[in-house]
């Protein structure tokens, strides 16, 4: 009888520590995700704009009379330039930016077709132009 009980004071005093670890596992974890670092996001959240995207290509065929193969900030022409429309769009000319599905770039050309909330992405060759044709694109702002 004495072993019984003994086995029974036993099994009492496990269930307390038992409790005891939880109690104190639950309060390091809160502790843990409650700290200044734990809120604080390991990268800040890139600005971006919702435009509509074009593609063209610096030849005739999409650039007549315009077509000497430099943009209108005098830089030549070719993947990773931009056209906006600095006026009355959201981004200027000298802006870095990443577009979904083309990827970086730089605004450094304008063009009369492109009003807005409208961007016109420069591809070395003509089809790679065709084959984008015109859908929504997030355009991120890389921040210097």
Do not use: H
Not at 7 to 31: D, H, N, P, S, Y
Not at 61 to 71: I, K, R, S
């Amino acid at each position: 009888m004495k072993v019984w009980e003994s086995q029974r004071e036993w099994g009492a005093i496990m269930r307390k520590a038992i409790i005891i670890i939880e109690i104190v596992t639950i309060i390091i974890l809160l502790m843990a995700f409650d700290s200044p670092e734990a809120k604080k996001d390991p990268e800040p959240e890139l600005k971006y704009f919702i435009m509509t995207a074009t593609a063209y290509y610096p030849g005739a065929e999409c650039c007549w009379p315009f077509d000497d193969g430099l943009t209108a900030t005098g830089a030549k022409a070719g993947k990773g330039c931009i056209a906006i429309d600095p006026e009355n769009g959201p981004l200027k000319l000298g802006q870095e930016v990443f577009v979904e599905g083309y990827g970086y770039g730089i605004c450094n050309d304008v063009g009369a077709a492109i009003t807005d909330w409208e961007i016109d992405l420069c591809y070395d060759e003509l089809y790679q132009a065709k084959e984008w044709g015109r859908k929504p694109v997030k355009v991120y702002l890389i921040e210097k």
